[in-house]
């Protein structure tokens, strides 16, 4: 059933977007896992699958690239990895490049955002009061932008550099994240941060309050970027005793299990349920300004996290834990509690919302395609193949790409032979096929750019 977007108003946009989600940690039914070659895992996002029945997520939804910066960057520009101009995590976004947040603005919406943005990263100031003209000229009209969990303990240790930490230096808490963050890795403890401190509660505050500043005559987009659950996997007390029974399965394909990998996972859950608590804060503001009705909530992550599948752990990898991402859209005028394999790129969701906002184009957005037609039920494919790469990043060593379809999925990587997986039959990319179909490793290279199609960048 589809409900109709009432033609007299262009509907607002809340957009949840957490670091570092893997895409296969959702509440998926049975035969979804399954077909991830997974078993149910005991997540609790009520609010998140509240928004899965009431519309359409994306399955097969991939990262550009899987690490914060670049990801974000072609999320903004509209662009694949190579066209967006963000290498890595030590470049800015080159303001002088349109983003679908500048068209947004220009067409009379309001546009907020909250938490970590990533689009001036390499800087390392943000405003204490997390606002820095760049956020108005790549389309903000209004920001808090913080940093992230490692670069707020770098650029904060002495002073803050962010809103957060200025707002942990003024509560007299800084000293206490800062030892607790700093040299944390992989442990799992509790922070003794109060719950209230705890970086996505205090960001999510500041959503709530952009929300209730906005006003109502004029349409508005507002993206929530969460800290979490990103590593280190940083819980509070109350989170921490929450998950402290919960079992989960071990890593894939691992050869040697972490000690504590149950407690990783259960602190990394634990992230997730309470980014889905502020999910549910973030809709009832939304609810309560009467606005639900011609409201298109939106979930997705920048990359996702190896976990400890087959060894790895965090991002930059091509892999699937890592390349994954979730993507849920719901609202008026899109079908509810669907599942869709539809080969989606995360940088589509800028020329979707910019398609739901009244049919509005970026033309430099030359590699994001609208999924309206999907959401409304006029289609069901976008693309033939999605690609994901990145050239350099602090958790991968070498210079890949992948380009997949619904069956098969090539990674090219710089000094190593190809492999490719049937991922239809082998989900977990476990049997390296590429010497028995050197017809479909040539089909899927042509995807990907010229300088990769033998077999690594020139």
């Not at 101009?85 to 067409?107: I, P």
């Not at 939304?286 to 606005?291: A, F, L, M, S």
């Not at 849920?328 to 989606?344: A, K, M, Q």
């Not at 090219?412 to 190809?418: A, L, Q, W």
Request: aromatic share 8%.
């Amino acid at each position: 059933m589809v409900e109709e977007i009432g033609a007299s108003k262009a509907p607002n946009f809340l957009f949840l977007f957490p670091d570092t989600h893997r895409g296969d940690w959702l509440p998926y039914p049975p035969d979804v896992l399954a077909a991830l070659g997974m078993e149910e895992l005991p997540l609790r996002m009520p609010n998140l699958a509240a928004l899965m029945a009431g519309g359409v997520t994306f399955n097969r939804a991939v990262t550009p690239s899987p690490l914060c910066a670049p990801a974000r960057a072609c999320l903004a520009s509209g662009k694949r990895y190579e066209g967006a101009g963000v290498v890595g995590n030590h470049h800015n976004y080159d303001v002088t490049q349109r983003t679908f947040y500048s068209v947004l603005k220009e067409n009379g919406y309001r546009v907020g955002g909250v938490g970590k943005f990533d689009l001036t990263k390499a800087t390392h100031w943000w405003g204490l009061d997390g606002w820095i003209p760049e956020l108005g000229e790549m389309g903000f009209t209004d920001a808090i932008d913080n940093a992230g969990k490692i670069d707020a303990i770098i650029s904060g240790k002495d002073s803050p550099k962010d809103p957060y930490m200025a707002y942990l230096y003024r509560e007299g808490l800084a000293d206490i994240h800062l030892k607790d963050m700093t040299g944390r890795g992989h442990l799992t403890h509790a922070t003794d941060l109060p719950d209230e401190a705890y970086c996505d509660n205090w960001l999510t505050r500041n959503g709530v309050s952009m929300l209730r500043n906005f006003p109502k005559e004029q349409p508005w987009f507002l993206m929530v970027n969460f800290t979490g659950p990103h590593e280190p996997w940083d819980v509070t007390h109350r989170m921490k005793r929450d998950w402290a029974d919960l079992t989960f399965p071990p890593p894939e394909g691992a050869q040697k299990i972490a000690a504590n990998s149950n407690e990783i996972r259960q602190n990394y859950a634990a992230m997730l349920a309470n980014i889905d608590r502020n999910v549910g804060e973030l809709l009832e503001e939304v609810r309560r300004r009467g606005e639900l009705d011609r409201t298109v909530v939106i979930y997705a992550s920048d990359h996702g996290d190896m976990l400890g599948d087959y060894d790895k752990w965090g991002k930059c990898k091509p892999e699937r834990g890592s390349i994954s991402i979730p993507l849920i859209v719901s609202g008026p005028g899109i079908l509810r509690g669907e599942i869709r394999d539809t080969l989606v790129e995360l940088q589509d969701v800028g020329a979707t919302i910019l398609d739901l906002a009244g049919g509005l184009v970026m033309p430099e957005a030359v590699d994001a395609v609208s999924l309206r037609p999907v959401l409304v039920g006029d289609a069901s494919d976008t693309r033939d193949a999605q690609v994901s790469g990145l050239d350099e990043g602090p958790q991968h060593p070498s210079a890949w790409r992948v380009a997949a379809n619904k069956v098969w999925k090539l990674i090219v990587e710089r000094d190593r032979p190809d492999r490719i997986y049937h991922v239809a039959e082998d989900p977990w990319e476990r049997r390296n096929v590429a010497e028995v179909h050197p017809a479909v490793v040539a089909e899927l290279k042509a995807a990907l750019p010229a300088c990769w199609a033998e077999g690594g960048a020139k």
